[in-house]
């Protein structure tokens, strides 16, 4: 480093006389001094004489102290080389102010001398100097030193100060910038680039005498810095130019390469001189001024406003040089042998550099002329400027050799767009390297994508990443309300971002939940239609996730300018977590016409190979042989005692020999009559002559094992009877016989069986944990083809490892060739094809990895046969290395599986088609090749059992035939061929209305009660279930059920009612109907009388409902659905669609280029169905029918999906119903075209509609004397409906509140109860209007208003509301066609905003009756009780509390109910057990008491048991529409803690949404079918989809429960048909703390939509004014009696067991409560131990607390444990008193706690009740 900088000094004095003169003229003081003479000086002498004993003083020490001589000789080599580093600075330093102060004259001669040598118009373009700059900058220096001098003292220090506890007292005692200021060298201006820019470099050298000096006097150290060098080139732009001063509007600065620092440190720094730590401080600092002043990272400084800095501060590149590194040639000979006497060769490698950019090539071995063949991409982002750096070594064991390097300037790649040349090595004797450059350029467009991508695929190159069709620039700007970390503590955000197997990081931004990142990521893409980008937003220690998104760079080739500059929503966050990207993408064009011609690229010739393989003809025979080795009897006993006088036992085992194969058992000790219970299996070929061998012997510990007799089975014999159990006799022995179950299990080659299978398997257990195998894979491994070079350039000698499991084959090693051949066959046991792999590993003697594969095992599931032979890919190899295997599994069905006897001699060429499949969840599979049942339920989870007819293999012939011979043309049938029964069927429509005079079944004590009585309805294989009516002789259900059948004889309806019991249920009678009497009178509606039971009498109606071919009746239809309101809320079917798919034309072929398996999904509203998978064509038939059942004709829509296996898309139809209203006969039979596929890709299907004509005139009701008991529930939801019908404009807009209601199915085909209903937050339908008497008149205002709707969202509601729908319908031709008027605000309902929340505290119980009695009740037990609550339609069950009469729940629950509901609040009380839960008492509270008292705090006493009492508190939550009161409701929150670990909800949040106005399109051009989806936290609601239009209404409202509205935000998400995104919407709730009455009702604009893109909604907040608010203060928070207020008080813990940890956390956070030990108190603290802990090892102890009932410790402890450790341990928690004399006792109370009974892994914390040591 030394000489390098000394170099400048030695020309300029050589080069004229004046140089020499000033140096003399600098060291003459110097040399005067020298010359004087020195006198002697005695305290010189004394001086000289202290040094010496100061220096040999260590040396005296360390021979005192016997230290090591080692010690002191590298301490005196450390200070030597500081020294020497030191004064090498000191003398650089000294050196260049020299020179400095020398430049001017030397240069003002230079000047005057080459004025007088050249002529004056003679001037230097390329480089000029500005030394006006320069005076100016020395000049202004002085005021530049006192303003950082201000800057430090007043700004850097103080902050420094704060920063850290151990800087306090840091101060910077000296600051002097010196005077010496910074000279720009030189500047070359570049005018060739953008004329909208300034492109300035300049030549900066600064070599300053600063001197700035630090002191921290805590620690009494001084520390600073004294001179600094900095050299290197700057590049400054100005942009943009504006036609405004100041003409620039920006100045961005950095360094196109890193320049060259050097600092002189002084006082405890100098520690940094030492060698070794000079590089490394002087590179940390080089790196923090590159981290924002070096490329890629810039300094941008904007000038005026309104910029945009991010586009300045991270612009995209100006191109990307594709860099192909070919070859080398004579290159300088390194590596010699016999210390020179022989020359070798080297082994060379090359590195190349672009900025911080570096790549490396790999090594070729022994030659001088090197071929790498590499390719190479880097990002150039300043032309001119950035050089591509070559610098070639030669590879050693300990140092590289030197060979040379090379540089070029990339601005003459970006001219010459390629270069292929070769570059003479400089610095070495000989060598040059062959390069091809190529200039890529950035286009905005995808026009040349797919010509880039085939043009990339012949691109040949041996480093394993493919060329790059495009680069995208990833600028990461900001993240707003990321969610919090564990313990409520803001996160350290930062990014991760991952482009397939390239991931880059962002900076960190600390302790914030709104980072602001500003940083840009640009990376390679090889195919933008097939990469994503993924987002991973993560806390600074990596492991938690903050959030997480993907954007697929498919969105990004449909945008303009393919760019993507918006909000994303976060995945896996907080609700309203979002993160602003722009995400811009560049497609990589080589612009070949401006090359020319002489720069090609040649292809190689093919390789003709086979496409499949020829295994033997053998392969794949193999069978399994399983054997179950059961037991042995009276085996002969081996171990005699004392010389065999006392007959001993044997330790008997079993070893299992046959085909190469031994297994043995595990030994029973002592037992003559042993029982094994294991399971072996073997692969075997069915060879003659083979037999299994089993051997008994008696295990011994010194000598031999004793011999207990064997037998011997022949394999064919085994094979012959397929299954043997028995026993069999052991020879060569007395006595003694094995239990042996043998089966050679078949196989067959289709999947249709694996479930079951795999059930069967679930119930076997073996002792030896065998697992059965339920397949046999077979591989076939042929041959491999291109695979790499070894390093050294040879070929190599490739083996195949498979490995499936944990087993693993070989194949053999072969001879060195790149294309090896095995032909070697292997077999494996599969356990689970569904989730086994199979692995391929290719090396070069088990050595050197080639390559690997990678084979679901389910991928062959899906195949024909179960078979995949063909050639693969391999990984980590190069793009064109492969191998041919075939891969064929064979599934093993056992004998003893159900249903297994017609299928054990399945064979492999059985048409897997054929075979019966699985219906999927939530799927019926119909087919008009499959005998269906003639009955089919509305709901889609009933099973259908099929048939295959024999004419379905028959069709696949025919097929296979047309596929053959493709040049004969192909005539397509103009109309579908269905069978002659297609669209035959009608619905039978069954109404079960009510009963009466039931028998009563629940007798009590004596008396009679009643019953629960509920029906069951069964219709040949389908039985639906009604809800049970608790304790009526004559309930009502009103329930409607549908079934599609077809009019055929010999079926019944039976009914059956029973009773509902905790147990059994009882029997209360049945009646059967025949269906063709229901057809024959079409409707019935009468009682009928039960039967087998003394009296009762069911009201059934009865209707079969034909179907018609016209939709003249369609009105009435509708009209009548709309007044039938059912209690299951079923809602009848408006008409049956049939539906005949034939065949499909002209299908896109699979991105393999492989034809598709083609199948088709049909979809409509919630019930899917799927067609069979057919062979390999582009012309599949399929020939198979559907059906389903439509609500509403003019709304819903037929989807019908292609795909290739279930996976890739092939197309898709979209059918809207109403289509089918116009045509002839409702009957659409045609071709049709399939989106998302080709132009000429087509299917033909055949759509029926069927009008159901109903002879139902009104509403059915039940019996008058029965209509009260409805009246509270009915009558009400009735008006509520008409009122809602009246206001709202559609007659979507009531059911879409109800999105439950509407996707219920009409019945249950299972036998459980009807489930309860879900969490409150999910049935957004609370919103109930108040009972009306009249329907809306159309003569009301608003009904004018929403006349501007379309005609298709109008509908009849009523005949209440005839007059208002015609008078809508009718004025809408009227309405002139002009711009819309959007009203300014919303219109809710009167009823909007209403309801208020009750709240229910289940706090304990007392006295509770004893139900587990032991002994048959002669000794009395206790319970296990908990409470079931419920209330309007919402059911609440606490936790169990396990063996206690007097149990505490501390469980709180919250309900949103209207004011003016009618309802009780019922709490029932039980004993948890194993089979019935026993009944422990009821009581039941109206809800207009809690209303109108506001709050209870009160025990109530369980009626219906002999005693018992719950303590619960009610209380009935007003909103209020002020914050007053916010904070005092947050604090009661952050009080409060509850067992089921609720957070009490502070407010309500109403939305009503009305609409949206100018959505954009979708991208077919299509207008959006828009939803919108409303989230907070953990709640979302939906709105219903409305029909296509820009401008939406829904008129929705929703609710939500808001437990912290300073933190918390809605997100409203736009989005057509919820998969295309249209647009969202954050709004803080905080936002409506500040605004009048809470309420915000305005129209909004919505993030990542078109600009005029808007909603119109109403968000109104209401504060929950608690009562327990006022008790904060008063001290009187309720709890239970015997948790704070009993007399030992409560403990605060928290326990948990982190996983990461692996430790037992436990938080100790305060007591209440405690019991006073004298008037001031007590002094306490809390001791814990582990038990059992016999060493008192564990026990710690927290802090003392004086003098305090209700102190808090806050301490947290550790143990070092394992988790299944905890479990067994059990917690023990002293509270004692720390000031208790030996007469008092020191324990104040204590708990005890099971770990085992603690969730440790999501963590507990609560109260626990501290109790006496002796409970």
Known sequence: MQSDKSEPTEPKGADSPSTGDAEKKALSPVESEVAKPKGISAVAVLWTFGKCLGALLPVYLAGYYRVSTSLLVFGMMVYTGWKHAREAKEARLRSAIQLIGDEEDLSSMRVSKIKRDLPAWVNFPDVEKVEWLNKVLQQVWPFVGQYLEKLLVETIAPSIRTSSSHLQTLSFTKVDMGDKAMKVVGIKAHTENDKGQVLLDLYISYVGNVEINVEVKRYFCKAGVKGIQLHGMMRVILEPLIGDVPIVGAVTMFFIRRPKLDINWTGLTNLLDVPGLNVMSDSMIMDAIASFLVLPNRLVVPLVPGLHVAQLRSPLPRGVVRIHLLEAQNLAAKDNYVKGVMAGLSDPYAILRVGPQTFTSQHIDNTDSPKWGEMYEVIVHEVPGQELEVEVYDKDPDQDDFLGRTKLDLGIVKKSIAVDDWFTLKDTPSGRVHFRLEWLSLLPSTDRLEQILKRNESVSTKTADPPSAAILVVYLDKAEALPMKKGNKEPNPMVQLSVQDITRESKTCYTTVNPEWEEA????????????????????????????????????????????????????????????????????????????????????????????????????????????????????????????????????????????????????????????????????????????????????????????????????????????????????????????????????????????????????????????????????????????????????????????????????????????????????????????????????????????????????????????????????????????????????????????????????????????????????????????????????????????????????????????????????????????????????????????????????????????????????????????????????????????????????????????????????????????????????????????????????????????????????????????????????????????????????????????????????????????????????????????????????????????????????????????????????????????????????????????????????????????????????????????????????????????????????????????????????????????????????????????????????????????????????????????????????????????????????????????????????????????????????????????????????????????????????????????????????????????????????????????????????????????????????????????????????LFVHIEGAHSLPLKRSGKEPKAGAELVLGETTYKTKLCDRSTSPQWNESFYFLVHDPKQQMLVLKLSSGWDQPMGSLVIPVKELLSEPQLVLDQWFRLDGASPESQTLLRAELKILDSKMVDMIDAGSLPCAASGCGSGNGQVKLSLSYPSQERKLTVVIHACRGLLPQSKDGVDSYVSLMLLPDKSKATKRKTAVRKRDLNPEYNERFEYDLTEEEARFRRLSVSVKNNSASFRSRDVIGQVLIELAQIDLKSGVTQWFTLKDEDE
């Not at 029964?981 to 039931?998: D, N, P, Y």
């Not at 809508?1368 to 209403?1394: A, M, N, Q, W, Y």
Request: proline share 6%; net charge negative.
């Open 521 to 1548: 990521f640009t990376f390679f893409i090889q195919d933008p239609s097939k990469q994503d980008i993924d987002i991973q937003v993560k806390d600074a220690d990596r492991v938690q996730t903050l959030g997480s998104l993907t954007i697929p760079l498919s969105r990004l080739l449909s945008n303009a300018n393919l760019s993507l500059d918006q909000w994303f929503q976060l995945d896996n966050s907080g609700s309203a977590s979002r993160i602003y990207i722009n995400s811009v993408l560049r497609v990589l064009w080589l612009d070949e016409e401006r090359i020319s011609s002489d720069v090609s690229s040649t292809l190689s010739a093919a390789k003709q190979l086979p496409k499949q393989t020829s295994p033997h003809p053998s392969f794949a025979t193999e069978g399994l042989l399983r054997i179950h080795l059961l037991a042995g009897q009276n085996l002969v006993p081996k171990d005699n005692m004392m010389g065999g006088m006392v007959k001993g036992k044997s330790d008997p085992y079993v070893k299992i020999n046959i085909g190469g194969e031994t297994f043995t058992s595990r030994v029973i000790k002592t037992n003559l009559n042993p029982t094994w219970n294991e399971m072996y299996e073997v692969i075997l070929t069915q060879l003659p002559g083979q037999a299994l061998q089993v051997e008994v012997f008696d295990k011994d510990m010194d000598m031999k094992d004793d011999f207990m007799g064997r037998l011997k089975i022949s394999l064919k014999d085994i094979i012959d009877s397929q299954y043997t159990d028995q026993w069999y006799s052991l020879s060569d022995v007395k006595s003694g016989r094995a239990h042996l179950v043998l089966e050679w299990v078949p196989t067959a080659s289709e999947p249709d069986r694996l479930d079951q299978v795999l059930q069967f398997y679930s119930r076997q257990s073996y002792l030896n944990k065998a697992v059965p195998s339920a397949g046999l894979l077979f591989v076939f491994v042929e041959r491999a083809d291109g695979l790499p070079l070894k390093k050294s350039g040879k070929e190599p000698k490739v083996g195949a490892e498979l490995i499936l499991g944990e087993k693993s084959r070989k194949t053999t090693v072969c001879d060195r060739t790149t294309s090896p051949q095995w032909n070697e066959a292997f077999c494996f046991l599969v356990r689970d094809p569904g989730e086994d792999v199979i692995v391929v590993k290719l090396s070069h003697s088990w050595t050197l990895p080639m390559g690997s594969l990678v084979v679901p095992i389910r991928e062959l599931l899906s195949e024909p046969e179960l078979v995949l032979d063909q050639w693969f890919n391999l990984d980590g190899a190069s793009p064109e290395s492969r191998v041919l295997l075939r891969a064929e599994l064979k599934m093993l069905i056992p004998s003893k599986c159900p249903g297994a006897t017609h299928k054990a001699k399945t064979t492999s060429a059985s048409d897997p088609s054929s075979a019966p499949r699985e219906p999927e969840t939530d799927t019926v599979l119909m087919s008009s090749s499959v005998d269906a049942p003639p009955v089919e339920t509305i709901v889609s989870s009933v099973t259908l059992q099929e048939d295959v007819k024999a004419k379905e293999p028959s069709a696949d012939v025919i097929e296979d035939e047309v596929e053959e011979s493709p040049a004969a043309a192909v005539t397509l049938p103009p109309h579908a061929s269905p069978d002659l029964t297609f669209a035959s069927e009608g619905l039978l429509r069954i109404v079960l209305m009510e009963a009466q005079g039931l028998v009563a079944k629940d007798s009590m004590m004596m008396a009679k009660g009643k019953s629960d009585p509920y029906a069951k309805i069964s219709v040949g294989d389908v039985t639906f279930k009604s809800h049970v009516v608790k304790e009526n002789l004559s309930p009502v259900w009103s329930e409607m059920y549908e079934v599609v059948l077809k009019p055929q004889s010999g079926r019944e309806v039976q009914v059956e009612l029973y009773d509902k019991d905790m147990d059994q249920d009882d029997f209360l009678g049945r009646f059967r109907i025949s269906v063709a009497d229901i057809i024959s009178s079409q409707y019935t509606d009468q009682w009928h009388s039960l039967g087998d039971v003394k009296s009762g009498r069911v009201r059934l109606i009865l209707e079969w409902v034909p179907a018609v071919s016209h939709n003249d009746t369609l009105d009435q239809v509708m009209q009548l659905q709309s007044l039938q309101s059912y209690q299951n809320k079923a809602v009848p079917s408006a008409a049956l669609l049939f539906v005949y798919v034939d065949r499909a034309h002209s299908l896109p072929f699979k991105k393999s280029g492989k034809e598709p398996k083609a199948g088709a999904e049909l979809v409509f509203g919630d019930t899917t169905y799927k067609t069979k998978v057919c062979d390999r064509s582009r012309s599949p038939q399929w020939n198979e029918t559907f059906r389903f059942s439509v609500r509403d004709p003019r709304e819903e829509m037929l989807i019908v999906k292609l795909s290739s296996a279930w996976d890739q898309p092939m197309g898709s139809l979209v059918l809207p119903v109403r289509e089918l209203l116009s045509e002839p006969q409702l009957v659409l039979d045609q071709w049709m075209h399939l989106d998302g596929a080709l132009a000429e890709s087509q299917i033909l299907l055949r759509a029926e509609l069927k009008i159901l004509n109903s002879r139902m005139s009104e509403a059915p009701q039940p019996s008058a004397a029965e209509k009260e008991e409805m009246i509270t529930e009915k009558t009400f939801r009735a008006a509520s409906e008409v009122e809602k019908s009246s206001e709202l404009p559609t007659h979507e807009s009531v059911a879409s509140n109800q999105p439950e209601a509407a996707e219920a199915p009409a019945a249950s085909t299972e036998k459980a109860d009807p489930p309860e209903p879900a969490a409150i937050h999910t049935a957004p339908d609370t919103f109930s209007a108040a009972a009306v008497d009249e329907p809306a008149d159309a003569d009301e205002p608003h009904a004018a208003v929403k006349g501007h709707l379309e005609p298709q969202q109008m509908q009849t509601e009523s005949s209440g509301l005839d007059s208002l729908a015609g008078a809508t319908v009718t004025g809408l031709p009227e309405i002139p066609k002009v711009g819309p008027v959007l009203p300014p605000h919303t219109t809710p309902s009167r009823d909007f905003g209403k309801e208020g929340l009750l709240r229910i505290h289940l706090l304990e119980a007392q006295s509770l009756v004893a139900k587990d009695n032991l002994m048959g009740g002669m000794v009395k037990g206790k319970s296990d009780p908990y409470v079931k609550i419920n209330v309007g339609g919402v059911s609440f069950k606490s936790h169990v509390i396990k063996e206690n009469l007097n149990p505490t729940w501390n469980e709180m629950y919250e309900v949103v109910l209207s004011g003016d509901a009618v309802q009780e609040i019922k709490f029932e009380a039980f004993d948890k057990d194993f089979d019935s839960d026993d009944f422990l008492g009821r009581f039941s509270v109206k809800l207009n008491e809690v209303i109108r008292s506001q709050y209870k705090d009160q025990w109530f006493t369980l009626n219906d048991i002999k005693s018992g009492r719950v303590h619960v508190i009610l209380e009935w939550v007003p909103a209020a529409s002020t914050s007053d009161r916010l904070d005092q409701v947050l604090q009661l929150q952050s009080l409060q803690s509850y067992q089921n670990k609720v957070v009490p909800a502070a407010a309500l």
